[in-house]
């Protein structure tokens, strides 16, 4: 047994598995670190918008401005042609939409035309981006000017 203790093989395979096993320790570190600022960056990400703009309003009719997207804008009409509306959001922010030949555009239950929305019109818009800048205009809800829906600041 002393022999086998004292022999140079035996001192190279316990050098060997102690470097083994604190490639391993070191390793086992570096994906616990890397785990925990994983689980703070993802929390920091779902708490942005609390953190920096208190809690997100309920829906948009709450009197609170709904985000911007580029998918997509409500707010009132203040232009209008065959193939672009004008649209003046809950911030004042003008935004065109672009009537694609599928659009479809909606007032209470009736499909209609460009032609029949107004100046003045609330609509809500939901779209894709465009390359132009403009929201492509899937779907279109006309409510009317007069319509009994609250006026959040237009």
């Given at each position: ?49 609390n953190d920096f703009y208190g809690p997100p309003p309920k829906n948009f009719l709450d009197g609170m401005p709904p985000p ?64 132009t800048g403009r929201i492509e205009g899937r779907f279109i809800r006309v ?12």
């Amino acid at each position: 047994m002393k022999n086998l203790l004292a022999s140079l093989l035996f001192k190279k395979i316990l050098f060997a598995i102690i470097v083994i096993a604190a490639v391993f320790f070191i390793f086992g570190l570096g994906v616990s670190v890397g785990y925990h600022k994983a689980s703070f960056s993802s929390s920091m990400r779902e708490n942005y918008y609390n953190d920096f703009y208190g809690p997100p309003p309920k829906n948009f009719l709450d009197g609170m401005p709904p985000p911007i997207s580029s998918h997509g804008i409500a707010g009132s009409v203040i232009d209008v042609s065959d193939s672009v509306i004008a649209v003046k959001d809950f911030n004042n922010n003008e935004q065109s939409v672009q009537i694609m030949p599928d659009t479809v555009i909606r007032k209470m239950g009736d499909t209609i035309t460009a032609a029949d929305v107004d100046i003045g019109d609330r609509i809500a818009v939901i779209g894709a981006p465009g390359p132009t800048g403009r929201i492509e205009g899937r779907f279109i809800r006309v409510f009317g000017s007069s319509s009994s829906l609250p006026n959040p600041n237009f």
